[in-house]
């Protein structure tokens, strides 16, 4: 018994030692067989870093968009409009006349709390002109490039109240604005057929008008201007502008009936080839760009749906100078003349319209060489007139009453500080004032910066004056007679500062002059300008909500194309 439990217990002893001597090598042969795990090369750390950046990057974009969305669609509560403030300092009142890039701009930036503001226009939105030119062809719907004067007024941090009228008369002396409102009545009168017995309705349609004056303190004219004929024959009754909403509406209209009419005739019709040119009048950037847009409409969407019209479809673009965008580098003007050879835009520079009627263009052409003109005629099946500027109705009333204006001819004149020369409390900004400054929308805008801004500085004024005039024991006179005196003497005038100009040339490229400060200017060309071009006008719009619309309206025509029906 005891042999065999010793037997036993070596058996038992050397199974343990064998157990352990196997599991022993398993460790070492799976520990042998195991490799450790690769280092990420660089590519793949850029990559990974590059994959959690995009992502982080559109989640916030995402985010910041919402916000601001959020934020533009639910504005806070504004200050009531009061008669005077806590201390009893009388409010004042300003008017603004105008709801254009000067006016808008002065409404953004100014401290609304700090006056009774009204606005005063017949247009009861914003209108984003850079764009305008996309609207006719579809490139850019209508409802993307205007913002209502509401939305813009109620997100100031004080009321504003917007009134839709035309200002029909100011009297300077008296400092009151005499507005029109005027609203289309349909009427009904019921009446008795005696002679058949049977009820008759007679319809008509009338204009009632709501006439009315306001009180200001301050007025602001910003009008801007309406197109301007030179006094050229026929140019009112027969070609279309581009200065309005309406005018994009009846460029589109008009070209998509001469395109249904021209497709009813025989090739060979001559009323046909008349019916399909478009003639454009001014080299300005309007021009420019209404022209490079029609043109891009025919070669990237009429071709594929209406081939056999929009080979024959002609685009011409009249200018009276010796050459377009004169206002740009010399090299990008030579560009854009190269663009238009390429995509079939016929240029007529050195070309003065003498005369239109209802089918013909009647042009007086110099030659460049010998300075001999000749006379010829453009037929024309779509005219847009783009160049000009004339003063609105109201501005040349005021030039009348006032004797500083007397020979004021193409806008009001003003002073530095953007004051109308003969008056102490009107000031006008943007393209109803005659100025050094180019009537451009930069201009206006910069203007309407300015102008809030020594707004501040003149309510900043009358509150020492009040206090000066109703001290208090805590007041130090001496300081705040000096402190006035400083503001007074030291009001700062307006000062332009010129970014550059951009434009669209077609064919998705664009030319930009750009001037970077006072050490560099940078002209520019081609697609990637394009795309610059783009990128500076989404920036440039009044509201996140326009800029989202815009991008899809172009993300929609580079996914469908353009529409080629009427409506």
């Known amino acids: 018994m005891f042999a065999q439990r010793v037997s036993a217990a070596r058996w038992a002893s050397s199974m343990g030692r064998s157990f352990a001597q196997r599991k022993s090598a398993i460790r070492a042969n799976s520990t042998s067989t195991i490799k450790p795990k690769p280092k990420k090369s660089f590519l793949g750390k850029v990559w990974r870093t590059t994959k959690w950046g995009s992502l982080f990057a559109v989640v916030g974009s995402a985010s910041y968009l919402s916000y601001k969305v959020y934020k533009e669609s639910h504005p806070p509560a504004q200050l009531p409009q009061l008669p005077t403030f806590e201390n009893g300092q009388e409010r004042k009142t300003i008017v603004l006349l105008g709801s254009g890039w ?81 609203t289309t009545v349909h009427s009904g009168h019921s009446g008795k057929d005696t002679s058949s017995s049977k009820s008759t309705v007679s319809e008509y349609t009338g204009v009632e008008e709501i006439i009315t004056t306001l009180h200001y303190d301050y007025l602001v004219v910003g009008v801007g201007a309406q197109p301007s004929t030179f006094n050229i024959p026929g140019v009112a009754e027969h070609s279309t502008f581009l200065k309005e909403v309406s005018d994009s509406i009846t460029i589109r209209k008009r070209l998509m009936d001469v395109i249904e009419a021209a497709n009813i005739l025989p ?49 011409t673009l009249i200018e009276a100078l010796p050459n377009v965008l004169n206002m740009f580098n010399k090299k990008l003007i030579d560009y854009t003349k190269e663009v238009f050879e390429q995509t079939n835009i016929h240029l007529r520079a050195n070309t003065m319209v003498k005369k239109v009627d209802d089918k013909v263009v009647i042009c007086q052409v110099k030659d460049a060489k010998d300075g001999s003109t000749k006379t010829i005629e453009v037929p024309y099946g779509v005219l847009i007139w783009a160049t000009g500027n004339a003063p609105r109705d109201i501005v040349r009333n005021l030039t009348t009453k006032i004797n500083e204006q007397k020979n004021a001819r193409r806008g009001l004149l003003i002073d530095d500080k953007l004051l109308v020369d003969g008056t102490s409390n009107i000031h006008a900004l943007g393209d109803c004032t005659f100025s050094k ?130 409506e």
Not at 296 to 312: F, G, S
């Open 102 to 182: 000067g006016c808008m701009s002065l409404l953004k930036n100014l401290d609304t709390t700090l006056y009774n503001v009204v606005v005063v226009s017949p247009r009861n939105y914003f209108l984003f002109t850079p764009l305008l030119p996309s609207v006719p062809t579809g490139t850019v719907e209508l409802r993307s490039i205007i913002e209502p004067v509401r939305s813009i007024t109620r997100r100031c941090p004080g009321e504003v109240i917007y009134l839709e009228a035309e200002a029909t008369d100011i009297d300077p002396s008296k400092n009151v604005l005499t507005i029109k409102q005027s």
């Open 267 to 315: 090739k060979d019709d001559p009323e046909r080839k008349r019916l399909l040119s478009v003639v454009v009048c001014g080299g300005g950037p309007t021009g420019v760009e209404v022209a490079g847009e029609i043109q891009d409409y025919i070669d990237q969407d009429l071709r594929k749906w209406i081939p056999e019209v929009a080979e024959e479809l002609d685009v």
């Open 437 to 566: 400054f180019a009537p451009t929308a930069q201009v206006a805008f910069q203007e309407g910066i300015f102008l809030a801004g020594h707004f501040e500085r003149l309510h900043e004024i009358d509150s020492i004056n009040y206090t000066l005039q109703h001290p208090t024991a805590n007041d130090n006179v001496d300081r705040l007679s000096k402190k006035l005196a400083k503001l007074e003497s030291k009001l700062p005038p307006f000062v332009y500062n010129h970014q550059g100009s951009l434009a669209y040339i077609g064919s998705e490229r664009a030319v930009a002059d750009l001037v970077m400060g006072d050490w560099s200017n940078i002209s520019a060309g081609g697609s990637l300008t394009f795309l610059f071009w783009r990128s500076a006008y989404i920036y440039m719009c009044l509201s996140v909500k326009n800029q989202i619309l815009v991008c899809l309206d172009w993300a929609k025509v580079a996914m469908f194309g353009r529409d080629c029906s009427k």
